[in-house]
Nanobody, 119 residues
């Protein structure tokens, strides 16, 4: 089993910053891509940013230039630095990790961390 523990959410004013962290632990044989998703009330979960084990990165258009994803492979941890936050960024943010065992890739999700942005 693999556990993902997220931290760093909270309440911030518009224009402020937050840094999310997600640490993976457990039976990790090979940790492939990691990413952050978010889900606002009444909306579908959407990809915010993803990063491969080799460091390739992609962002949702809505966060480009404001959010930065990074990872520490030695600590199996992924980070999301969120700057210039807007009220529309408010959501529950989920960490996702792809763990490979042999030829099978398993997706694991964190429990979610709430980000609230006041205008």
């Amino acid at each position: 089993q693999v556990q993902l523990v997220e931290s760093g959410g909270g309440l911030v004013q518009a224009g402020g910053s937050l840094r999310l962290s997600c640490a993976a632990s457990g039976s990790i044989f090979r940790l492939n891509a990691m990413g952050w998703y978010r889900q606002a009330p009444g909306k579908q979960r959407e990809l915010v940013a993803g990063i491969t084990s080799g460091g390739s990165i992609n962002y949702a258009d809505s966060v480009k230039g404001r959010f930065t994803i990074s990872r520490d492979n030695a600590k199996n941890t992924v980070f999301l630095q969120m700057n210039s936050l807007k009220p529309e960024d408010a959501a529950v943010y989920y960490c996702k990790a792809e763990v490979q065992r042999g030829v099978v890739i398993y997706d694991y999700w964190g429990q979610g961390t709430q980000v609230t942005v006041s205008s």
